[in-house]
């Protein structure tokens, strides 16, 4: 019934397989893939033909996290599966950037990219396992694919590359300092397509290491996808490119003077509209036969591409008049919005962010329920780009594919300058509005986010840029390497290299190819580029913000106390009782984990210095020699009972009240009035010992030895 096949090989520490031929053989392509007890089932399907008017690649990519494959039932009240969590659409991400350039060009069939992870060991990520398994279920399915491709995670520890660290090392990098790096790389057999990660200030050298490592790596997993192919991989599919030069060089006649000039124009608003008077009269003199093409989308984009891409490589002028290294023209504001924590208005030519930050508590970290369990984050990054930021009209609906991605870079590039949540106990929010976008607004929110948490008072360790660097790739092997690059040199360039950091290092570094890969000699020389433009970006930053700006009024205060653990039920009390009386009576908010650490909030000092001193009182013992302010709360024949210290009680004998003899304590004390103690010490039995005798009451100190004699005379 089943032909199935098996490849299967040592890949680091775990064991690679890949199979097909027994599961879901409808479709196109189905691999699983399995790496140590971590199985993803990948499954390709694609249409035979384009529909008509078609002029893109109608490319689908789902990444599906199953909870069943943990062992754990959905969260929340609806126990099934909903719409995907930020690592799913990360992850479709992830898999969509290096193998959509691999496709025949041409080809605009439908193709669909279904990973479904059917079991995850805890260890190993399936991200990295879905990739693999995507790549070989489309090299086995037919479709026009010139892959395959593979990708590997690559941690940085002690100086040493780690090949597909565990899941336990890359979570919650910036607690731990030994692990410096969470990279993940995908490539084909000769270069580099897709890059992205999160590091901790590493230097240029050491993150071209990391990748190039990682390209290493990959290279038997790419033998093992083409081993399978071999064996089980159906007829390609008969797709011949179209011929469409006839085409181009009637929209060339009749365009191209039109669109050159267009090109000429720097202010963005008025070369759009250019360009599209000159794709219009293009379209005016083609005949009804060539307007009707399917193809003539992919002609105006080639003229288009030839004119900007030739004018840059052969006279290193770009169209907005910028040599290949210029950064444009940055206004950096802090300070803007009189009612937020933090605010800054980052703009960098016709690129603008707004970037606000909110500080918050405890109780508004954000739960994250995940595959390998449940955990919170104290730091939040939430990027918008509305319609209007490009002066379109479009619909605004929730958050799609692209904000979750700028968004996560953005988030990635400012973690590692975060102080330690020891230190600065507070839940950070940034949201990045972008108000103008011609270029990269991703980086413009890192530039925007550094400089509002700073406005909002967080201890960050370093100032962090950002800046997007492009490539443009000629036939005969010559390129030129763009530093800050506009929106048209990113739609019709071949690479999106984006590179964010301190003056110390590299703290996010993402790249997307559109050709079949880059050299390591290119990437080099894009990492040097970026640093100058990075080192530019950070000095014209500093003008607007040298350093943490005053905490502002309407954000929470939080002081942090430790307790010994074995005192936490006393602080809570009884179903609460003891912590909501705490939290009545003071005004602040208290937030205790099981470690002892006590977060105590609230934007009124009084307010968090009386919950400060309440739960002080209920976990603190009394010293031995200590003088403290007590009532007295009951008057028996041989003495008093006073309240000095929270809930406990001690006993000042008769003989301890006055420096002369009494004839009953009530002659000078009653009940409720405030006295001052000194702890005398534990009796036998360890009842408190107090003297009021020794301690003056009207100052509260301590009666030196030679009046005390003097009174006892």
Not at 335 to 356: C, D, I, K, N, Y
Not at 387 to 401: C, D, N
């Amino acid at each position: 019934m089943f032909n199935v096949t098996t490849k299967s090989m040592q890949w680091g520490e775990e064991t690679l397989t890949l199979e097909t031929g027994k599961v879901a053989r409808q479709a196109d392509g189905s691999v699983i893939a399995t790496l140590g007890e971590t199985s993803v089932m990948a499954n390709v399907t694609f249409a035979r033909e384009q529909k008509p008017g078609q002029d893109f690649f109608p490319l689908t990519v789902h990444y599906q996290e199953k909870y069943y494959a943990a062992g754990k039932v959905p969260g929340g009240f609806f126990k099934r599966e909903a719409r995907p969590t930020e690592k799913e659409t990360l992850t479709a991400r992830l898999i969509d950037r290096p193998i959509r350039p691999l496709f025949v060009p041409g080809f605009k069939n439908e193709v669909l990219v279904m990973c479904t992870v059917l079991s995850h060991d805890l260890v190993n990520d399936p991200d990295i396992v879905a990739m693999i398994a995507a790549s070989a279920a489309l090299t086995v399915s037919g479709v026009p694919f010139m892959g395959p491709i593979a990708g590997a995670r690559v941690g940085y520890e002690d100086g040493e590359y780690v090949l597909n660290p565990t899941v336990d090392d890359m979570q919650d990098l910036r607690l731990n300092p030994e692990q410096r790096l969470d990279l993940v790389v995908a490539g084909t057999k000769d270069a580099v397509m897709m890059v992205e990660s999160e590091a901790y200030e590493l230097s240029e050298a050491e993150m071209l290491g990391a990748v190039n490592f990682a390209h290493e790596q990959i290279q038997p997993v790419i033998d093992l996808i083409i081993a399978l192919a071999e064996e089980a991989a159906k007829e390609p599919f008969d797709f011949q490119p179209p011929d469409y030069s006839d085409l181009f060089e009637a929209v060339k006649a009749a365009g191209e003077e039109k669109m050159r000039a267009a090109f000429a124009i720097t202010d963005k608003q008025e070369r759009t509209s250019a360009v599209a008077a000159a794709r219009e009269a293009i379209k005016e003199a083609l005949t009804e036969e060539q307007l009707e093409d399917s193809n003539l989308g992919s002609a105006m984009k080639k003229l288009e591409a030839g004119i900007l891409r030739g004018d840059v490589v052969k006279g290193g002028k770009r169209i907005d008049g910028r040599s290949t290294t210029d950064v444009r023209a940055i206004v950096s504001e802090t300070g803007l919005l009189p009612r937020t924590h933090g605010s800054a208005l980052f703009t960098r030519g016709e690129t603008q962010a707004l970037a606000v930050t909110t500080l918050g508590t405890g109780d508004d970290e954000q739960f994250i329920d995940a595959l390998h369990g449940n955990f919170k984050s104290n730091f939040l990054l939430h990027y918008n780009f509305p319609p209007y930021s490009v002066g379109e009209v479009g619909r605004v609906g929730s958050p799609g594919r692209r904000e979750i991605g700028h968004g996560k870079l953005a988030w990635r590039a400012l973690q590692a300058v975060l102080p330690a949540p020891t230190d600065f106990p507070y839940t950070i929010r940034v949201v990045s509005e972008i108000t103008e976008s011609n270029g990269s607004s991703s980086m413009a929110s890192v530039c925007g986010g550094s400089l509002s948490m700073m406005d909002a008072g967080v201890p960050l360790k370093a100032p962090v840029a950002g800046v997007a660097m492009g490539l443009i790739l000629e036939d005969d092997g010559s390129y030129a390497i763009l530093t800050d690059i506009l929106g048209d040199e990113d739609h019709l360039g071949d690479m999106d290299f984006k590179v964010a950091g301190t003056e110390n290092g590299i703290t996010s570094l993402q790249m997307d190819i559109k050709v079949a890969g880059i050299t390591s000699e290119i990437m080099e020389k894009a990492l040097a580029q970026a640093k100058d433009g990075r080192m530019h970006i950070l000095g014209e930053m500093a003008q607007a913000l040298s350093e943490a700006g005053e905490f502002s009024a309407h954000a929470p205060r939080i002081e942090t106390m430790q307790i010994p653990t074995d005192k936490i039920r006393e602080v809570i009390g009884s179903g609460g009782k003891v912590i909501r009386e705490i939290v009545e009576t003071s005004g602040a908010k208290v937030d205790i984990n099981d470690d002892g650490i006590i977060k105590i909030a609230s934007s009124v000092a009084e307010s968090i210095q009386k919950a400060y001193d309440m739960i002080h009182s209920i976990v603190a013992e009394p010293e031995v020699g200590g003088i403290y302010t007590g009532k007295v709360v009951k008057i028996v024949d041989f003495g008093a009972f006073v309240n000095f210290f929270g809930k406990r009680d001690g006993l000042v004998h008769v003989s301890q009240i006055e420096n002369r003899r009494l004839n009953h304590p009530s002659d000078v004390l009653k009940e409720g009035q405030e006295v001052k103690v000194k702890l005398l010490g534990f009796d036998d039995r360890g009842k408190v010992r107090l003297s009021m005798k020794v301690v003056d009451q009207e100052t509260g100190e301590e009666i030196p030895r030679e009046k005390k004699e003097e009174a006892a005379d």
